[in-house]
Structures are given as structure tokens and as C-alpha cells.
């Protein structure tokens, strides 16, 4: 596990896309796996500009998005295929047919399970996976308690995870209870895995999660057993990590050093 902590939100968004750039460089057929919320906003950002002005190209990509709330259409203006439109798919070159989110309105819950594990492996597997951190460790909707090795399928939310989204909606009664989302046991198979965090408030979940045990409590540190994890910070998400500056130092080396390792497990 790498870990880069960068000062600003704005500085570790843009690292996070230029290792997403020099994926898609690589292997212009890439499959993306993706995550919704606040945190990763800043990095569809980046790479839409890096579309527009430098002409990245996605035209040959794949995508996977994590998760979806059970009961939302795609239209509703909270589901996450609703998110993804805005702040990535409708301002880059993506094929439609290319982008899978998980489908809140499917009659075979289970079905519709079965199937979007059967298309990531038709397609070959993820190839970074991009991930935030809830509140309380999840990642994807895999609350604390879900097995490790979890597959894609129904998760109930926890009240803290409900609470947390009650922002978006315009009362709490609102928020989905159930939603679909991919297991941990499907988000470790992704080749390379980028969790991004920011702000205060997860600080103290970052250093529970990276330099705490495995558990199943807390879904997020299983990226430890991971062989390719690298966890991009701002400076207010790492202030409660115990090896901060060592961090620090380990990034300015090799960007002293070796600038193409940056991104790169050694």
C-alpha cells in the first residue's frame, strides 16, 4: 500500500487522474471501476479537462461503477448514474454502451447481481478501481459487518450511512434504505485500486483503516491484503496517521528520484 498525501484537495485530485491518465496511455481499452461522492469529484474534473484540452481519449474505455440506490431510476437526480452523467460521462468521449452502473429499478435483484459479475469478468477484470471511504470504513456500500469476500449484491444501509446522505435529499425519509453495490471480495480483484480522502472528518477513519488491523468493521482495511493500493490524501484526511511524515517523505524520494514510480506499489 502507497501512501501520498498531498496538501490540498485540488493537488490530490489531480494525481489521482494523472494515474488514471497513464492507464488509459498504456491501454486505451482499460476498465474503469468508479465511485461516486464528494470526494472523487475533483478528479472527474480533472480528467474531463484533460479530455477537452489535452484529447485523452475514452473512447475504447469500460466502466463499473460501484454501487446504486435500490428504487431510484437513473433520471432521479440523486441515483448515481445521474451523478456519473454530470460530472464525467456527458463531457468525455465514452461509448454508452461501455458504461455499467448498477440498475435500481431491476425486477431479479439477485439476477441483475449475477450478471454484473459476469460482465466484469467478460471484459477482463478492472483495472483500477477508484474508491472513497464512508464515515464509519465502508467502501462501496459494504457496511461494517460485511464479509470480506462479499460479492456484488443487496446491501441494507446502516443509520450512519443513511444520516450521512440525508444532505442530498430534502428529508431524511427520503434517503433509499436498500442499495446494490459491488462486494469487497469483487473490489480486491481489481488490478490496481486508488482510495481517495479528504477533509477533517475522515482523518480519524483513514488512520483506522490503513494503519489498523483487517476487519470486517471496518471494509476499508482489507486494501492492506491488496498487492497495487495507492491512498491519496489531503493533508486534513492524513493528519491522524501515525507515519504521516515518513509518507511524506517516501513521495518527495520518489519524486525526487524516480517521478514515473509515483502511483506505483514498490
Known sequence: MEIII????????????????????????????????STPIGTYKELVRMHQEEGLDFSKVITFNLDEY????????????????????NHINVDPKNIHVPYGHAEDIEEFCEWYEAEIKRTGGIDIQVLGIG?????????????LGSRTRLKTLTKQTIDDNARFFAKEEEVPRFAITMGVGTILEAKKIIMLA????????????????????????????????VVILDAEAGSRLKRADYYKWVYQEKKRLIPQMIGKVT
Open 70 to 89: 435500490l428504487g431510484l431510476p437513473p433520471s432521479h437526480d440523486q441515483s448515481y448514474r445521474y451523478f456519473m452523467d454530470q460530472h464525467l460521462f
Open 198 to 229: 479528504n477533509g477533517p472528518k475522515k482523518a480519524e477513519i483513514v488512520a483506522e483503516a490503513i494503519e489498523g488491523p483487517v476487519t470486517a468493521q471496518v471494509s476499508a482495511s482489507v486494501l492492506q491484503m491488496h498487492r497495487d493500493v
Open 135 to 147: 464515515g464509519d470504513g465502508h467502501i462501496a456500500f459494504n457496511e461494517p459487518g460485511s464479509s
Open 6 to 37: 498531498r496538501e490540498t484537495y485540488e493537488q490530490m485530485s489531480r494525481l489521482a487522474a494523472d494515474v488514471i491518465r497513464h492507464q488509459l496511455l498504456k491501454k486505451p481499452s482499460s476498465v474503469l471501476g468508479l465511485a461516486t461522492g
